[in-house]
Every structure is written in C-alpha cells, then in structure tokens.
C-alpha cells in the first residue's frame, strides 16, 4: 500500500524557521515529481511547491517563493520542505503528495495524499 507520512510540523515564533519532511512508502517514487499543498482554517488546500523527479526542476506559489525550498532525496524517498522567514499567515496544515509532472502537483492531481502536519507560526 502507497504511503505518505509528513513531519516536522509544530508552532514557531514569526520570522522564524521550520523543515517538513515526507516519507514514501509502498513503492519507488524516485520518477515521479512530488509537492506540498496547504490548507488555512476556513480555506481551500492550495498549492505551496513542486519538484520533478531530478529535483532539477522546482516551482513556488508566489506567497512563498524566495522563503521556502523545495528538496528531495530518491535514495530515502524523501521529500523536504524548508520554511524561512514564517508569516502568521504560513499557519495551516501541510500535506504532501505524488503526481506525475511539477504541473499536475501544481492541479493538486495526485493519487496519494499524506496526511498532513500542523504548522503554527505566532505573531
């Protein structure tokens, strides 16, 4: 069974930083691209970032980019997050997900779903 299990979450001060990981399980995603998605109390999931299965390619919503990075690691079928630089308005769950091109993660089409962790930033 295909698995994906988010780390990392917590609550931060603002200005602050903080590192997700995802962990797969079940199978090999090394060719296919993964992402973080978000979802704010009362809102809809909405993308955060992206990155093909070479990690040669990444893409950022525009509210985090030049805040966040986007990594990965094929040999632990790891896929990382690093937050920097935390708005108040980062607070939300974060799930990752699998998709087959850093455009499709982007649609937030995607077969497998983590299960999300809670990211906190206080003002």
């Known amino acids: 069974q295909v698995q994906l299990v988010e780390s990392g979450g917590g609550l931060v001060q603002a200005g602050g930083s903080l590192g997700l990981s995802c962990a797969a399980s079940g199978r090999t995603f090394s060719s296919y691209a993964m992402g973080w998605f978000r979802q704010a109390p009362g809102k809809e999931r909405e993308f955060v970032a992206a990155?093909?299965?070479?990690?040669?390619?990444?893409d950022y919503a525009d509210s985090v980019k030049g805040r966040f990075i986007i990594s990965r690691n094929n040999a632990k079928n790891t896929v990382y997050l690093q937050m920097n630089s935390l708005k108040p308005e980062d607070t939300a769950v974060y799930y990752c997900l699998v998709s087959l091109t850093p455009r499709t993660v982007k649609l937030g089409n995607a077969a497998t779903w983590g299960q999300g962790t809670q990211v906190t930033v206080s003002s």
């Open positions: 990155i093909d299965w070479s990690g040669g390619t990444t």
